[in-house]
């Protein structure tokens, strides 16, 4: 037989092609990782705003003034708050490559990627603010 001399009801149907569904796809590994690099930071920022916290009964002085042992605990917050911060753009720039990998559910990238940039924009207007007020004063 000869497909050229069927007519259209008579060809026969073209062979099954198998077409993956997404519910078969696997999770992004750098999604995953910047999803828990946003967990891990949003713990870390709330553990040192904690510990400082506690450590800001001493910083003051019956004056109101700051006293010599205050240095420690803000570098502490400091400190903390840069190498935070430096995980929030490590975590964007994983979850960014997270979303553009192909045949991989795009899910816990995008999740990730959207709470690092938050905190990230949270932060910049945290610096502005004092910035601003800084020059306030």
Request: charged content about 10%; overall charge neutral; cysteine-free.
């Given at each position: 037989m000869d497909y050229n001399s069927l007519s259209k009801s008579d060809s026969p149907e073209p062979p099954?092609?198998?077409?993956?569904?997404?519910?078969?796809?696997?999770?992004s590994g750098p999604g995953i990782a910047s999803f828990v690099i946003s967990l891990a930071t949003l713990l870390g920022y709330a553990v040192s705003f904690l510990i400082v916290g506690g450590m800001a009964s001493s910083?003051?002085?019956?004056?109101?003034?700051?006293?010599?042992?205050?240095?420690?605990?803000?570098?502490?917050?400091?400190?903390?708050?840069?190498?935070?911060?430096?995980?929030?753009?490590?975590?964007?720039?994983?979850?960014?490559i997270g979303i553009s990998l192909r045949k991989r559910r795009k899910v816990f990238g995008i999740?990730?990627?959207?709470?690092?940039?938050?905190?990230?924009?949270?932060?910049?207007?945290?610096?502005?603010?004092?910035?601003?007020?800084?020059?306030?004063?």
């Amino acid at each position: 037989m000869d497909y050229n001399s069927l007519s259209k009801s008579d060809s026969p149907e073209p062979p099954y092609v198998y077409e993956e569904m997404k519910q078969n796809f696997k999770h992004s590994g750098p999604g995953i990782a910047s999803f828990v690099i946003s967990l891990a930071t949003l713990l870390g920022y709330a553990v040192s705003f904690l510990i400082v916290g506690g450590m800001a009964s001493s910083i003051m002085n019956e004056a109101g003034n700051l006293s010599t042992d205050s240095s420690q605990s803000i570098m502490f917050l400091g400190l903390s708050v840069l190498i935070l911060a430096a995980l929030n753009v490590i975590g964007v720039v994983i979850g960014i490559i997270g979303i553009s990998l192909r045949k991989r559910r795009k899910v816990f990238g995008i999740i990730g990627t959207i709470i690092n940039g938050l905190i990230i924009l949270l932060f910049m207007l945290l610096v502005a603010a004092v910035l601003v007020n800084a020059g306030a004063v």
